[in-house]
């Protein structure tokens, strides 16, 4: 069965804090996403990455960093957290044959305090 | 520029009834669609996508989603609920080659009454 992994279901960390939010997938897909998902707001795409090593900005960089050493893993940082950085975060991947497709974690609800 | 409205924040339904979830898309060339349902405490999980050729798609669990180009719409339905069909639901576009970077509706949440 296929998965994507997200290290920590439930965080809470306190404010200037660092954070690593680990994700991995276990398909050999070429595409890792992180978005954010807020009530009323639906998913927000953070930073995604077509490759090893590669990155790109998504709709809402700001205050967020991102690392992918190898092809199945793929890291958010947050390097100061904030309060207004409270929520789910879901990391999802795609293949480049699938037409788009993701395929999404179980999500990492972080609460900073 | 590209985007997703589902013009409906939260659906009751009774158990049994009919169901149709709305999407609207905002797109210029013709886009890949997708509806998503997410559990409470769960990740999304794919309920059916479009691509091209029939616009009735059918997915997983009895739901089905019909693509009307002149309508700008993709909207998602269901003949009879079921009470786990209560999550909410997010209707998502992407184009040919994005490779999975889609735009995301802000979702539906679907109750159901027994």
């Known amino acids: 069965d296929v998965k994507v992994t997200q290290s920590s279901r439930y965080l809470v960390k306190r404010t200037g804090e660092k954070v690593f939010l680990e994700c991995v997938q276990d398909?050999?897909?070429?595409?890792m996403f992180w978005y954010r998902q807020d009530p009323g707001l639906g998913l927000r795409l953070i930073y995604f990455s077509y490759d090893v090593k590669m990155k790109e900005k998504g709709d809402i960089p700001e205050g967020y960093s991102v690392s992918r050493e190898k092809k199945e893993r793929f890291s958010l940082i947050l390097e100061s957290a904030s309060t207004n950085q409270t929520s789910m975060y879901l990391c999802a991947s795609s293949s480049y044959r699938n037409t788009g497709e993701l395929f999404f974690g179980e999500g990492s609800r972080l609460t900073v305090l | 520029a590209q985007s997703v409205t589902q013009p409906d924040i939260h659906i009751t339904v009774s158990e049994g009834a009919s169901l149709e979830l709305r999407c609207n898309y905002s797109?210029?060339?013709?886009?890949?669609l997708f509806w998503y349902v997410q559990s409470p405490g769960q990740g999304l999980q794919l309920l059916l996508k479009y691509f091209s050729g029939d616009t009735l798609v059918q997915g997983i669990k009895g739901f089905e989603a019909e693509f009307k180009r002149s309508q700008s719409s993709f909207n998602l339905r269901k003949p009879s609920v079921h009470w786990s069909d209560a999550a909410e639901y997010f209707c998502a576009v992407g184009e040919q080659g994005s490779q999975g970077n889609l735009i995301f509706g802000k979702g539906t949440k679907l109750s159901v009454k027994p």
């Open positions: 398909m050999d897909h070429e595409n």
């Open positions: 797109y210029g060339a013709t886009p890949y």
